[in-house]
């Protein structure tokens, strides 16, 4: 059927069926999967399906001179076709698929202190070639499992996301807290009796794991960056040593015990 040739409707009507496409050019003219790709030509108004190498792609026309299509997850590079009822249309250029970037699904652990081995596992991980903790560059491995990564914490690192980079693109993980020696700098009220609630107040407290009282473990009712609160255990009055332990290692503090 020739574009001047018309089409017999039921009832009688005639419409006259719409004319071949053509592709006069796309932009951009490579990039990766899921990305928009503007495709200009003509007769593209009733255009039915759009193709990467035979791939079918979902589009949206804007006009009868422009439409746009998203690349397909399984595309490969070649030409370009758009079809209006039995014509197509192919582009004289080929889009080129470029490989998708690596991806972050978790870490583990979540913290550490510097030094501490971390998997880092996601997608299309083979593909890193930096990784970083918080901007502080650190070495790394790769086993054979393409989908996993193993890092180590860097000396220097603060707490912060894991940024991994590769020739196809980066990727950020959720933070990893680089754990420190906590700082107990006071102790709200400076002294009491057994069985009572005193605030410890100092830095890098999130990660304190335990607290002890000359020795004697303490019950931890709530825990923040600068604040621990822990219940007095019982032991004798008078002065005693506040312990607090996390991963990176131990600091104290003075306080008294009343009777």
Known sequence: MKS????IRPGGIINPAPPPPTINGFSPVDGQPGMLVNITGTGLSHVTGVKFNGTAATFTIVNDSSLNATVPMTATS???????????????????VEPLGPEIDSLNPTAGIPGTSVSITGKRMAQVTEVFFNMVPAQFRKPPASQLIVATVPAGATTGPVHIVAPNGDADSQEFVVVVVAQPTGVTPASAR??????ITGDHLAQVSAVTFNGTPATIVSKSVHDVKVIVPNVAPG??????????GSASIGFTVTS
């Open 4 to 7: 001047t040739d018309s089409i």
């Open 78 to 96: 070649g030409p370009i076709s758009v079809t209006n009822g039995s014509a197509t249309a192919y582009s004289q250029q080929s889009f080129t």
């Open 194 to 199: 057994a069985g009572a609630r005193i605030d």
């Open 239 to 248: 002065a005693v040593n506040i312990v607090l332990t996390d991963l990176a």
